[in-house]
T-cell receptor, first 116, second 113 residues
Framework: ETGVTQTPRHLVMGMTNKKSLKCEQHLGHNAMYWYKQSAKKPLELMFVYNFKEQTENNSVPSRFSPECPNSSHLFLHLHTLQPEDSALYLC???????????????FGPGTRLTVL | LAKTTQPISMDSYEGQEVNITCSHNNIATNDYITWYQQFPSQGPRFIIQGYKTKVTNEVASLFIPADRKSSTLSLPRVSLSDTAVYYCLVGDRSSGGYNKLIFGAGTRLAVHP
């Protein structure tokens, strides 16, 4: 256990559905992250939140909408996704908000998303 | 955009030492180099981190030359449970001084009996 939990672990949705991914960290960290991991591709950073404020959006399509109500919870709202959005979505947290590799990131187990 | 370069895959046998090298030509001055390990269907897990020269912990060693444009993760006496993907993580110096997290493509290590 890393102290970062994600639900659901698996999700299958149609292109017209709306769903949400949830991440919760029990480590008292201030920064939270969403990553996308597609088959045979490097981990892609999607969003960064520091102290509940979004500090980075790496040109992610608007069909992905993050929400960070507090420093312990992070959501990724999904709507009208495409089959190519099928991937493993990973949440992570770290102690500080600076996007520097100095801060160790703790990852959740991920949500395996399949878009039909 | 800066990127890291790692071998795509490596094979080893139980009990051997494995060295995985990562190239990162545009590493930022204040950035550290971090290596993560990832097993199938799990998120990456921190292994080791360093800034220069050599760092050693109970799991691995990290060698960083003076120019810091590369780093080598060394796993002593690997076992079957070390079969995983290994990523190196550095900041992106090319983005105007704003450090972004960039994972390498990862090296898939297979340890054989």
């Amino acid at each position: 256990e890393t102290g970062v939990t994600q639900t659901p672990r698996h999700l299958v949705m149609g292109m017209t559905n709306k769903k949400s991914l949830k991440c919760e960290q029990h480590l008292g960290h201030n920064a939270m992250y969403w990553y996308k991991q597609s088959a045979k591709k490097p981990l892609e950073l999607m969003f960064v939140y520091n102290f509940k404020e979004q500090t980075e959006n790496n040109s992610v399509p608007s069909r992905f909408s993050p929400e960070c109500p507090n420093s312990s919870h992070l959501f990724l709202h999904l709507h009208t996704l495409q089959p190519e959005d099928s991937a493993l979505y990973l949440c992570a947290s770290s102690q500080e908000g600076r996007t520097s590799s100095y801060n160790e990131q703790f990852f959740g187990p991920g949500t395996r998303l399949t878009v039909l | 955009l800066a990127k890291t370069t790692q071998p795509i895959s490596m094979d080893s046998y139980e009990g051997q030492e494995v060295n995985i090298t990562c190239s990162h030509n545009n590493i930022a001055t204040n950035d550290y180099i971090t290596w993560y390990q990832q097993f199938p269907s799990q998120g990456p897990r921190f292994i080791i981190q360093g800034y220069k020269t050599k760092v050693t912990n109970e799991v691995a060693s990290l060698f960083i030359p003076a120019d810091r444009k590369s780093s080598t993760l060394s796993l002593p006496r690997v076992s079957l449970s070390d079969t995983a993907v290994y990523y190196c993580l550095v900041g992106d110096r090319s983005s105007g001084g704003y450090n972004k997290l960039i994972f390498g493509a990862g090296t898939r290590l297979a340890v054989h009996p």
